[in-house]
């Protein structure tokens, strides 16, 4: 079984700097993986160079969708979306002055057609796939627990409803891949745990590999099937929770040195 | 206490910054009389004018006030409605269609005057979609409008096109220009497209000015025709009013188009743009794409409305094309409010027909005009209409009643 994302000795330069240093990781089927390591690790950069915002320095990046691999070295960020990868962002990137159900429905955007002809006939299909997204977008919201909230303005919505719209409008693009930066980030406990039910239970449902940024180590350990652990750029560690909860390096990259030991 | 000294102040102050324009008068015999008196009122108006200002914001209907009127709101209210919205717009309808058949305003003067804010209406329309929905902030719209008006003029005098001809080819051209400035521009955002926009505004208009052997230069192209139908002839009357009829109907084309446009799959995708151009691409919006149709969508309006601008005056020179044309679409597209229809139709009427009708205060329309911008934005920052949002039915809900 090839797995669903696969990277390969992944490097980014900006300039005499060196943010991802031969980075290999791998995402098999309906698996959740973390990614965690101290602020500045390239987390982040990661994520940006796997979804094509970042063009890598050198390395490779390929996805399997459907026993088809796509490399997406070269790839723009939409083309990679439509192949089936979708993200959240660290630092909400909502479209607040439009209602939730509209942010869904801007997510359906690349598994629908119509185009501008279509949209000043306004033809039967066209209405037709108008109301099937704006179902589909209220059954996301469903899903995630903010159908509530479906009219209302994305910026008035609380932080935790913020991050959950996120991962709504991520799903509405269909993907195979979720790629999530700090869900948990800014959420209460209770919060982080329905979150993290969610999580599971959008895996199970979508059959979704996932792959997750976050520093809650009480989520990350609960939550993931494997963890890998980067620091400044580079891959320290790899495994189980267990493994990783006592391997000495990943220990002293969070804590430091201890000095007398 | 505080506040008679906070007034004093504001009078003391208007009075120095207005004494030049106001205070001044210079004789023909070079001498320069002080106007006291005038300058005097002034002050006392100041004074009490701000003594009123801070009385109002003072006390507790500040909140009360910044909203609006009730009666606006409730009329608002009931225009939502479908019924009445519907029983509203025939009756616009029917009044836009009867205004040449009524007196005092029937004249050619004022119908020509309505014609011009109706191609406003089209500008500003068109300068909404890309500046208002899509939030590319664009300062170069009076370009297409010239290159719009520009096409008609030269097909004209060199081919004899007629203007039925003109007006699909001024749509075209207008586009591919649009395209043209779209393409170098796509990663630019913001004040930079701004600037670069402003320059290609300049660019076409310079051209225009200094090409003398094809444009005449400053004296411009005159003797376009009128738009025909079906060969009958029309005195001038006739005329002002058959292009009176064409504007209303290419207005209410262009906002059955935009809106059609503004509610759709790209439309939903232009104002994703305007939000969040990372967070949209990831969403699997392609930003070129949708920018490019953005700019195209947009310059066909300015094109459109150059033709009809060209066929009213039936003269154009490059002095109709300012940056000033274009900071005026561009006010009244934040007038209005960003990306509303409504309100940008609004806009433009209200930026050409109020200081046309303020003609009668001859010296001060400008100085009115200037107030009300100014009073505008202190109370609607925001532009005049705002929150317009689209209603969406929702099939799961249908058991449950209307949820909001």
Same mark, same amino acid.
């Given at each position: 079984?090839?797995?669903?994302?696969?990277?390969?000795?992944?490097?980014?330069?900006?300039?005499?700097?060196?943010? &991802?240093?031969?980075?290999?990781?791998?995402?098999?089927?309906?698996?959740?993986?973390?990614?965690?390591?101290?602020?500045?690790?390239?987390?982040?950069?990661?994520?940006?160079?796997?979804?094509?915002?970042?063009?890598?320095?050198?390395?490779?990046?390929?996805?399997?969708?459907?026993?088809?691999?796509?490399?997406?070295?070269?790839?723009?960020?939409?083309?990679?979306?439509?192949?089936?990868?979708?993200?959240?962002?660290?630092?909400?990137?909502?479209?607040?002055?439009?209602?939730?159900?509209?942010?869904?429905?801007?997510?359906?955007?690349?598994?629908?057609?119509?185009?501008?002809?279509?949209?000043?006939?306004?033809?039967?299909?066209?209405?037709?796939?108008?109301? %099937?997204?704006?179902?589909?977008?209220? %059954?996301?919201?469903?899903?995630?627990?903010?159908?509530?909230?479906?009219?209302?303005?994305?910026?008035?919505?609380?932080?935790?409803?913020?991050?959950?719209?996120?991962?709504?409008?991520?799903?509405?693009?269909?993907?195979?891949?979720?790629?999530?930066?700090?869900?948990?980030?800014?959420?209460?406990?209770?919060?982080?745990?329905?979150?993290?039910?969610?999580?599971?239970?959008?895996?199970?449902?979508?059959?979704?590999?996932?792959? &997750?940024?976050?520093?809650?180590?009480?989520?990350?350990?609960?939550?993931?099937?494997?963890?890998?652990?980067?620091?400044?750029?580079?891959?320290?560690?790899?495994?189980?929770?267990?493994?990783?909860?006592?391997?000495?390096?990943?220990?002293?990259?969070?804590?430091?040195?201890?000095?007398?030991? | 206490?505080?506040?008679?000294?906070?007034?004093?102040?504001?009078?003391?102050?208007?009075?120095?910054?207005?004494?030049?324009?106001?205070?001044?008068?210079?004789?023909?015999?070079?001498?320069?009389?002080?106007?006291?008196?005038?300058?005097?009122?002034?002050?006392?108006?100041?004074?009490?004018?701000?003594?009123?200002?801070?009385?109002?914001?003072?006390?507790?209907?500040?909140?009360?006030?910044?909203?609006?009127?009730?009666?606006?709101?409730?009329?608002?209210?009931?225009?939502?409605?479908?019924?009445?919205?519907?029983?509203?717009?025939?009756?616009?309808?029917?009044?836009?269609?009867?205004?040449?058949?009524?007196?005092?305003?029937?004249?050619?003067?004022?119908?020509?005057?309505?014609?011009?804010?109706?191609?406003?209406?089209?500008?500003?329309?068109?300068?909404?979609?890309?500046?208002?929905?899509?939030?590319?902030?664009?300062?170069?719209?009076?370009?297409?409008?010239?290159?719009?008006?520009?096409?008609?003029?030269?097909?004209?005098?060199? +081919?004899?096109?007629?203007?039925?001809?003109?007006?699909?080819?001024?749509?075209?051209?207008?586009?591919?220009?649009?395209?043209?400035?779209?393409?170098?521009?796509?990663?630019?955002?913001?004040?930079?497209?701004?600037?670069?926009?402003?320059?290609?505004?300049?660019?076409?208009?310079?051209?225009?000015?200094?090409?003398?052997?094809?444009?005449?230069?400053?004296?411009?192209?005159?003797?376009?025709?009128?738009?025909?139908?079906?060969?009958?002839?029309?005195?001038?009357?006739?005329?002002?009013?058959?292009?009176?009829?064409?504007?209303?109907?290419?207005?209410?084309?262009?906002?059955?188009?935009?809106?059609?446009?503004?509610?759709?799959?790209?439309?939903?995708?232009?104002?994703?743009?305007?939000?969040?151009?990372?967070?949209?691409?990831?969403?699997?919006?392609?930003?070129?794409?949708?920018?490019?149709?953005?700019?195209?969508?947009?310059?066909?309006?300015?094109? +459109?409305?150059?033709?009809?601008?060209?066929?009213?005056?039936?003269?154009?020179?490059?002095?109709?094309?300012?940056?000033?044309?274009?900071?005026?679409?561009?006010?009244?597209?934040?007038?209005?409010?960003?990306?509303?229809?409504?309100?940008?139709?609004?806009?433009?009427?209200?930026?050409?027909?109020?200081?046309?009708?303020?003609?009668?205060?001859?010296?001060?329309?400008?100085?009115?005009?200037?107030?009300?911008?100014?009073?505008?934005?202190?109370?609607?920052?925001?532009?005049?209409?705002?929150?317009?949002?689209?209603?969406?039915?929702?099939?799961?809900?249908?058991?449950?009643?209307?949820?909001?």
């Amino acid at each position: 079984m090839k797995p669903v994302l696969e990277v390969h000795e992944l490097t980014q330069d900006f300039g005499g700097l060196r943010a &991802l240093n031969e980075v290999c990781l791998e995402v098999g089927e309906k698996e959740i993986v973390a990614l965690i390591g101290p602020n500045g690790a390239g987390k982040t950069t990661f994520f940006n160079c796997v979804t094509g915002i970042y063009r890598p320095t050198s390395g490779s990046i390929n996805l399997t969708v459907n026993n088809v691999t796509h490399s997406l070295i070269g790839k723009k960020t939409h083309e990679i979306t439509a192949l089936g990868m979708a993200r959240t962002f660290q630092n909400i990137r909502l479209f607040s002055q439009m209602t939730v159900l509209e942010n869904v429905m801007v997510g359906c955007h690349s598994r629908t057609r119509a185009g501008i002809l279509s949209a000043l006939l306004r033809d039967r299909r066209t209405r037709r796939e108008e109301q %099937e997204t704006v179902d589909k977008s209220y %059954e996301l919201l469903k899903t995630v627990g903010l159908e509530r909230q479906w009219d209302e303005t994305a910026c008035n919505l609380p932080y935790g409803d913020q991050r959950r719209l996120e991962i709504a409008r991520a799903l509405a693009t269909e993907p195979h891949m979720l790629l999530l930066d700090e869900p948990a980030a800014g959420m209460n406990p209770n919060e982080t745990r329905d979150l993290r039910e969610l999580i599971k239970r959008l895996r199970d449902r979508y059959d979704l590999s996932v792959l &997750l940024i976050e520093h809650d180590m009480s989520m990350v350990m609960s939550l993931s099937d494997r963890i890998y652990v980067m620091e400044y750029g580079s891959p320290i560690a790899s495994g189980t929770p267990a493994e990783i909860r006592s391997n000495p390096d990943v220990i002293k990259a969070y804590l430091g040195e201890s000095r007398d030991a | 206490m505080k506040r008679i000294v906070h007034a004093l102040v504001a009078a003391v102050w208007f009075m120095v910054l207005c004494s030049p324009i106001m205070g001044l008068q210079i004789q023909p015999d070079k001498s320069v009389v002080f106007l006291w008196k005038r300058l005097a009122a002034l002050g006392v108006g100041i004074f009490f004018a701000s003594l009123l200002w801070q009385w109002y914001f003072s006390s507790q209907r500040a909140s009360v006030s910044l909203r609006m009127p009730a009666a606006v709101t409730s009329a608002i209210g009931l225009f939502k409605q479908k019924k009445t919205r519907r029983a509203g717009l025939g009756i616009l309808l029917v009044f836009m269609l009867l205004i040449p058949f009524l007196p005092v305003i029937g004249s050619i003067y004022q119908i020509s005057i309505l014609i011009s804010a109706l191609i406003y209406v089209m500008l500003a329309l068109g300068l909404n979609i890309v500046v208002g929905l899509a939030g590319q902030l664009v300062l170069g719209y009076a370009a297409f409008y010239a290159i719009g008006a520009y096409t008609y003029a030269l097909l004209t005098t060199y +081919f004899g096109f007629g203007f039925w001809i003109c007006l699909p080819i001024g749509g075209v051209m207008t586009i591919l220009f649009g395209l043209a400035l779209g393409f170098p521009v796509l990663r630019l955002r913001g004040d930079y497209l701004a600037i670069v926009t402003l320059g290609f505004g300049e660019i076409v208009r310079l051209m225009l000015l200094n090409w003398v052997s094809i444009t005449g230069g400053s004296h411009g192209i005159s003797n376009i025709p009128k738009p025909g139908l079906f060969g009958i002839d029309m005195d001038i009357q006739q005329a002002t009013v058959y292009l009176y009829y064409l504007c209303v109907a290419a207005v209410i084309v262009a906002i059955v188009i935009i809106s059609r446009l503004k509610n759709s799959r790209v439309g939903l995708a232009l104002q994703a743009l305007r939000e969040d151009e990372i967070a949209s691409e990831a969403m699997g919006i392609n930003l070129t794409r949708v920018k490019l149709a953005a700019f195209a969508l947009s310059s066909a309006w300015a094109g +459109f409305a150059g033709v009809f601008f060209a066929a009213k005056t039936s003269f154009v020179n490059p002095a109709s094309f300012t940056f000033m044309e274009s900071a005026m679409m561009l006010s009244m597209v934040v007038l209005g409010g960003m990306g509303s229809i409504t309100g940008v139709t609004l806009g433009a009427l209200i930026l050409i027909l109020v200081p046309e009708y303020l003609r009668a205060f001859a010296d001060y329309r400008m100085l009115l005009f200037g107030l009300v911008m100014v009073l505008m934005m202190i109370f609607r920052p925001q532009g005049l209409i705002t929150g317009e949002r689209r209603k969406y039915h929702v099939t799961a809900l249908d058991g449950k009643g209307e949820a909001a």
